[in-house]
């Protein structure tokens, strides 16, 4: 069974302190790991999407890495607008498109 | 190029009331997906349709829960009867279905069930 587990829960940064989230998976057969960002009240916003082991993908202070295993949302000298919720997801070759998220990382950056 | 877009934002009811929400996804869009998301949880899917065929309903409570997707655009969502745990935030989002394979969210419908 396809599964998704994101850690830590929740992580408090002081403004400028570098940090990495965690996206483990398993997965019959990766087409794309995905990462969101989540605000409150608001639905999940596109950041990056990894299709195979060793791509990286950047946007300003946020980098995305994949390996076989696991993903990793790299956080460069964050800034209190990088507070929100982190959602990681995985789409299988198999099931048409179907996606499963993990449960979140909430960060929280205090200037 | 407009998103997703979902009505109604907030909804209000008693338990064992019923309530609908509608979707629009983004044109030419052939995947929707009903999610349902739990405050302090990731989105759970209900139920992903590829035009107006359904894909994956395995976690959506039939008992309950109902969707359809009518000539392959629109799509609603109805609960009936409603029970407090039913409470969360309801999420629609699409995907071109061929090709590109990111999926995008709307906003999302609020329900309270009291």
Known sequence: EDQVTQSPEALRLQEGESSSLNCSYTVSGLRGLFWYRQDPGKGPEFLFTLYSAGEEKEKERLKATLTKKESFLHITAPKPEDSATYLCAVQAHTGGFKTIFGAGTRLFVKA | EAGVAQSPRYKIIEKRQSVAFWCNPISGHATLYWYQQILGQGPKLLIQFQ????????????DRFSAE?????DSTLKIQPAKLEDSAVYLCASNPGTGGNTIYFGEGSWLTVV
């Open chain 2, 51 to 62: 035009n107006n065929g359904v894909v994956d309903d395995s976690q959506l409570p039939k």
């Open chain 2, 69 to 73: 997707r009518l000539k392959g655009v």
